[in-house]
């Protein structure tokens, strides 16, 4: 059982590319999100779904994208990379029954120069 | 929008001495959960706690939720090396499915 994995595990980005974060989980769950970690800032939630088909903002979404198409995948989209989305990235998923816990992936370490 | 504070940002104690964070919320939480991340790692679950004025624990650390379900702590009793890590609280607002807030973590650092 892989749980939540994370792909890739460390990029290098110019500003301005853009590139896909890929996240995929195999617990069946319905409820996925990505944070990002930066110093002193703790994890703060970018966007997350609770189901198929169904995405929502978390507190940063600005220069991310999400779809949800299925209940494994959760990607995340940077569309025009800049220096300030230098950061870890985080995706977690969570069961749908309840305020239970959350599984995180390795992260991605992503450096925008 | 629900806030989550937690203190202290950082600390370095020698092993065996204690350690306590905690993590006060503006608004009630319906419940509150505790992570542990490795330098280098990803967060790892600790524990969940729901009812007002609950205590858990396991083996050295100890986790309480206020009474109001406002503020939470983290102790631990004589630190090892291996509780080296940053420790995160993180709440949730309602009783159903909601978005999980995170405080800025505990940065805890135990010399040998």
């Known amino acids: 059982n892989a749980g939540v994995t994370q792909t890739p595990k460390f990029q290098v980005l110019k500003t301005g590319q853009s590139m896909t974060l890929q996240c995929a989980q195999d617990m069946n769950h319905e409820y996925m999100s990505w944070y990002r970690q930066d110093p002193g800032m703790g994890l703060r939630l970018i966007h997350y779904s609770v189901g198929a088909g169904i995405t929502d903002q978390g507190e940063v979404p600005n220069g991310y994208n999400v779809s949800r198409s299925t209940t494994e995948d959760f990607p995340l989209r940077l569309l025009s990379a800049a220096p300030s989305q230098t950061s870890v990235y985080f995706c977690?998923?969570?069961?749908?029954?309840?305020?239970?816990?959350?599984?995180f992936g390795q992260g991605t370490r992503l450096t925008v120069v | 929008g629900q806030q989550v504070m937690q203190i202290p940002q950082y600390q370095h104690v020698q092993e065996g001495e204690d350690f306590t964070t905690y993590c006060n919320s503006s608004t009630t939480l319906s419940n509150i959960q505790w992570y542990k991340q490795r330098p280098g790692g990803h967060p790892v679950f600790l524990i969940q706690?729901?009812?007002?004025?609950e205590v858990k624990k396991q083996k050295r650390l100890t986790f309480q939720f206020g009474e109001a379900k406002k503020n939470s702590s983290l102790h631990i009793t004589a630190t090892q090396t291996t509780d080296v890590g940053t420790y995160f609280c993180a709440g949730t607002k309602f009783s159903g499915y909601s978005t999980l807030t995170f405080g800025k973590g505990t940065m805890l650092l135990v010399s040998p």
């Open positions: 977690a998923s969570r069961p749908p029954t309840g305020n239970t816990e959350a599984f």
């Open positions: 706690l729901v009812k007002s004025g």
